[in-house]
């Protein structure tokens, strides 16, 4: 009966044996696997985010198989589409040709859950998240960070300098929702999913500038400001503007709460 947030032990998912003891210990039912390394810091250590992102999974599909744990959780990225796939409501099906390390092994992550369920028939399930947003935990080293960040900065200093242009527009998703999706995949009848890839998953699509005057309307004195050629831009430039998340509503009743205001007003709520 874990308390919220309590954790009990801590282990590196690239340690196999490790990795066994503990799953062999407390004989989980599920198993959420959210060890990666995100974009933005992948670029710095490309072999270490290939390492973490594409092992960690593998160790845990393989135990999975067994110790015959009965479900997992791998979640996928925005990062998996890139710069010829279509910006605006991505459908799930297109060409995807990620450019970011990241993205190259989410995709390929994508694949091997896919195979591993026609395969071996494990009960693997997972989404594509767009940005999470979230006012319980830190910025991480992605590139859709900067919607965090901006609240931290907005209540600490008044002003926030975006890494990204104004007009980049990216899919977002508030933590809540998130978590809420999550759990929803998780508990939907097997019968009823369609994809054992990855789902798509939508939820805001908004740009630094507007999310800039959003906050304003709460915080008037609010300033932002840009730089220009930061590195994470050529990341967001090849990313989708938004999701489109048909499968997802149809498969499992996919439908986020919050839009760009009341997610605004709920983190600065909470972060103050
Ligand atoms: N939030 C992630 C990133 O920016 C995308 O999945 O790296």
Redesign the pocket.
Same mark, same amino acid.
């Given at each position: 009966n874990p308390k919220d947030g309590e954790i009990f032990e801590t282990i590196n998912v690239l340690d196999k044996s490790a990795l066994k003891a503990l799953l062999e210990k407390y004989k989980p039912t599920q198993v959420y696997l959210l060890a990666a390394m995100? +974009? &933005?810091t992948g670029e710095q250590y490309p072999m270490k985010a290939w390492d973490l992102n594409m092992n960690g999974l593998l160790n845990v599909l393989d135990l999975a198989l067994e110790l015959g744990i009965k479900k997992i959780f791998w979640p996928s +990225? @925005? &990062?998996v589409f890139g710069p010829h796939s279509p910006k605006k409501d991505t459908p799930q099906y297109c060409v995807m040709d990620p450019n970011s390390i $990241?993205g190259i092994s989410k995709l390929a992550g994508e694949r091997l859950c896919e195979y591993y369920h026609n395969k071996y028939g494990l009960d693997i399930r997972s989404v594509r $998240?767009?940005? @999470?947003i979230s006012w319980k935990t830190a910025p991480g /080293? /992605? *590139? *859709?960070?900067y919607a965090v960040h901006i609240f931290f900065e907005a209540l600490k200093n008044g002003k926030y300098t975006s890494f990204l242009s104004a007009q980049t527009a990216l899919p977002m998703l508030y933590m809540e929702d998130a978590v809420a999706g999550t759990i929803a995949l998780m508990d939907a009848p097997e019968e009823q999913l369609t994809i054992r890839s990855s789902y798509n998953l939508g939820g805001l699509s908004f740009t630094p500038a507007e999310i800039a005057e959003e906050i304003k309307k709460i915080l008037p004195n609010f300033e932002m400001s840009y730089v220009e050629n930061d590195p994470r831009q050529t990341?967001a430039d090849s990313w989708p503007a938004s999701i489109d998340d048909t499968s997802a509503q149809k498969d499992w009743n996919w439908k986020p709460k919050f839009d760009l205001q009341t997610m605004t007003k709920d983190m600065i709520e909470n972060l103050k």
């Open positions: 995100l +974009s &933005a +990225s @925005i &990062a $990241y $998240y767009p940005g @999470i /080293g /992605g *590139t *859709t960070d990341i």
